[in-house]
């Protein structure tokens, strides 16, 4: 009944066409597989609606997990605001499932590294994921040095890759990509590992046997400069012990399984855009590698959301993805929200593709180009709108041109107050139909929780799964150490191979 009298009292928007007025921004939960997209200035008030939907969503469907990419981590403390500020009942419940993932942090670091085996996935595909990260990250490398760059990377990377998959360490895992670089530079260690487990990878035993040993130094450097210039963003101190870590701090099969929410926090490599794209894309695709693993359509498995706030760094290396997680990886259950500033921090080729996304929330934008396709996407021309009456009975209605039409919904844009949006949204995915609605104030979410309370909050929770940086680095470099241990051996008596 409320909802009908809000309709009666407003039935259309008067700012924009065909648009009724609604009081929420949410988006129905059975639309969600189908994409949103989140568009805003800062300071509009997208990120707070944005975190406050997602908590809410999350309330509602307690067996689906999350995972949030943040650069900045404005949506990190938005929700763990909010979260804070729930009835304890729920607060402790939102609480038990979240994993707090501070890129950078001094003290602790979330381990995650390529290699384990914990991931449930086939070796050889963790191996494949880790060179197309690499491929993807280095474009330039691959396409315009194909013999220093894409065959080092895909050739060499693949071979070293598959022998560090093998090689076990003091903890029954396998060697990390930390070590990938001290095989390549360290002849004598290369020789033993392929002596003592080459036979557990004999494409890469021949591989280095047969023709790397067979070139000469000189050659060496050249064919393995693409790879080890690559493999130079892994010793990036941020990043370096949650990679090189012999664990990850939890495993993705385990992570979906409980439901759990992981809050990646950014903000500390923000002016570090190749380390950050580095680790977002990296995690990123070990999250795809689990959810690849979804027989379609099982109804066994819950919905999977996947947020990327304001991340351009790693929006640049999503192109292709950006469609298939519409099409191929919708029928796995995932659900993505993509979240930006400006039309103008997608790639060219991403920026029409993102309007695929069945739903769509706009907040004020600041750039005119924006604002312009945005107002082209959301709203069809109508052909009968009148710009101007004709004075008397014998002169015509001037009708306005669609770029007129579109000018004027792009100024509305500009001027939309903050908390107010305008939305495109799809009840369900089977039922195919749009509506376009205009919000003139964004869902309360109740904030009684201090941002000392969030810091709190963020420190017992990266001690919960976190691994001090100093332990990981010493585990580490304990196995480096012995490395180089060999290399003086190696002067005195070289294993004989094969």
């Known amino acids: 009944m409320t909802s009908l009298i809000w309709d009666l009292l407003f039935p259309t928007s008067r700012k924009f066409p065909n648009t009724k007025s609604a009081r929420t921004e949410d988006i129905p939960a059975d639309a969600w597989r189908l994409g949103q997209l989140w568009l805003g200035r800062p300071g509009s008030g997208k990120t707070w609606a944005l975190a406050r939907a997602a908590v809410d969503h999350l309330i509602k469907h307690p067996n689906e997990a999350m995972v949030s990419f943040d650069a900045n981590q404005s949506f990190t403390d938005a929700f763990l605001t909010i979260v804070l500020s729930k009835p304890k009942e729920i607060r402790d419940a939102l609480i038990k499932r979240i994993i707090y993932d501070e890129i950078g942090h001094p003290v602790y670091t979330i381990t995650m590294p390529d290699l384990h085996e914990a991931y449930k996935v086939p070796m050889e595909k963790q191996v494949k994921r880790s060179i197309q990260n690499f491929k993807a990250l280095n474009p330039e490398l691959v396409t315009e040095t194909p013999v220093m760059g894409g065959i080092s990377i895909k050739q060499y990377g693949t071979e070293l890759f598959r022998l560090l998959s093998v090689i076990p360490n003091e903890h029954g895992s396998t060697w990390q990509l930390t070590e990938a670089k001290h095989l390549l530079v360290n002849d004598f260690l290369l020789n033993r590992m392929l002596h003592d487990y080459g036979g557990l990878a004999p494409?890469?035993?021949?591989?280095?046997?047969?023709k790397f040993k067979n070139l000469k130094d000189d050659e060496k450097d050249k064919r393995t400069l693409g790879l080890t210039s690559v493999l130079d963003d892994i010793e990036a101190p941020e990043i370096r012990p949650r990679i090189g870590y012999h664990r990850?701090?939890?495993?993705?099969?385990?992570?979906?399984?409980?439901?759990?929410?992981?809050?990646?926090?950014?903000h500390n490599i923000n002016d570090q855009e190749s380390t950050l794209a580095f680790e977002f894309v990296r995690l990123k695709s070990i999250i795809m590698n689990e959810i690849a693993k979804r027989t379609p359509n099982n109804p066994n498995d819950y919905p999977f959301t996947m947020i990327f706030d304001e991340v351009p760094a790693i929006l640049n290396f999503m192109g292709d993805e950006i469609s298939s997680f519409g099409t191929y990886f919708r029928s796995r259950q995932l659900q993505p929200v993509v979240v930006a500033q400006m039309l103008s921090q997608f790639p060219d080729d991403l920026r029409e593709q993102i309007f695929g996304y069945a739903s769509v929330v706009c907040f004020s934008l600041l750039p005119f180009q924006s604002r312009f396709q945005v107002a082209q996407e959301l709203f069809p021309y109508i052909s009968d709108t009148i710009k101007a009456q004709g004075k008397t009975g014998m002169q015509q209605d001037i009708y306005e041109q669609d770029r007129g039409q579109y000018l004027q919904i792009a100024n509305e844009i500009y001027n939309l107050k903050h908390r107010e949006c305008i939305v495109r949204r799809q009840r369900s995915e089977k039922e195919s139909n749009n509506e376009l609605v205009w919000v003139a104030k964004t869902k309360e979410a109740p904030a009684t929780a201090t941002m000392q309370d969030v810091q709190h909050l963020k420190g017992e929770l990266i001690q919960k799964y976190g691994v001090r940086v100093d332990e990981a680095n010493a585990s580490i470099n304990r196995r480096i150490k012995e490395n180089k241990k060999g290399v003086s051996e190696a002067k005195i008596e070289p294993p004989k191979v094969g």
């Open 203 to 210: 494409t890469a035993k021949w591989f280095f046997e047969k």
């Open 248 to 266: 990850p701090s939890f495993a993705m099969p385990q992570f979906i399984e409980e439901a759990k929410i992981w809050l990646i926090n950014g």
